[in-house]
């Protein structure tokens, strides 16, 4: 299964973005699918993953922003980004695992990363 992000662009600070991580060559469903985003200087880090049962796991600084989730039938995975801070800025990654959950924040169990898709929030 390979995965492709897609959405970024430029929105000021507050505002709201809708990230797409489309999946080719195999259903998404059989994989948990994790969002990460590396900032310039910064190494990268985890920000959501829905698991292939329905759960879902956010870092703290995105709680109650971030919203992950799935479409089955369109066989993508979505991250909703709302009240969007300049500290958000970073280039977004898709990428898939079937590991434990308990440790679906670790970048070295995925695989599968495309291209990311850069998000700019200006002040």
């Known amino acids: 299964v390979q995965l492709q992000a897609s959405g970024g662009g430029l929105v000021e600070a507050g505002g709201s973005l809708t990230l797409s991580c489309a999946a080719s060559?195999?259903?998404?469903?059989?994989?948990?699918v994790g969002w990460f985003r590396q900032a310039p200087g910064k190494e990268r880090e985890f920000v959501a993953a829905?698991?292939?049962?329905?759960?879902?796991k956010y870092t703290d600084p995105v709680k109650g922003r971030f919203t992950i989730s799935r479409d089955n039938a369109k066989n993508t995975v979505y991250l909703q980004m709302n009240s969007l801070k300049p500290e958000d800025t970073a280039l977004y990654y898709c990428?898939?695992?079937?590991?434990?959950?308990?440790?679906?924040?670790?970048?070295?169990?995925?695989?599968?990363w495309g291209q990311g898709t850069q998000v700019t929030v200006s002040s």
């Open positions: 060559g195999g259903a998404v469903r059989r994989y948990t």
């Open positions: 990428a898939k695992t079937t590991t434990i959950w308990g440790r679906v924040t670790e970048e070295n169990n995925y695989t599968g």
């Open positions: 829905f698991g292939w049962t329905g759960d879902t």
